[in-house]
């Protein structure tokens, strides 16, 4: 059994509030974001893994959120 890294396991378990996110990100807006969730079953976000629900509190999983960014570019240009 491999056993992770403390820098590889946060590097897998970045959580970030949408607020926490945004102001670590600038590049994103809070607005923009929370409309991504809204729509996440349309945008294959929700598929993503990359929002996690915890009791009231919505978490974006930053590794998996930069995925599906990614993966949102492919096929174009």
């Known amino acids: ?3 992770l890294s403390t820098e590889q396991q946060s590097a897998l378990y970045s959580y970030l509030t949408v ?3 945004c102001d670590k990100h600038p590049a994103f807006r809070v607005g923009g974001i929370r ?3 809204f729509n996440e ?9 990359a929002i996690v629900r915890l009791g009231g509190k ?3 999983n ?9 993966a949102q570019n492919q096929g174009r240009g």
Do not use: D, R, Y
Request: glycine share 6%.
């Open 35 to 37: 409309a991504l969730i």
């Open 19 to 21: 607020n926490q996110f």
């Open 1 to 3: 059994m491999t056993t």
């Open 41 to 49: 079953h349309k945008n294959g976000l929700a598929k993503s893994g």
């Open 62 to 70: 930053c590794p998996k959120f930069f995925a599906w960014v990614e």
């Open 58 to 60: 919505v978490l974006i």
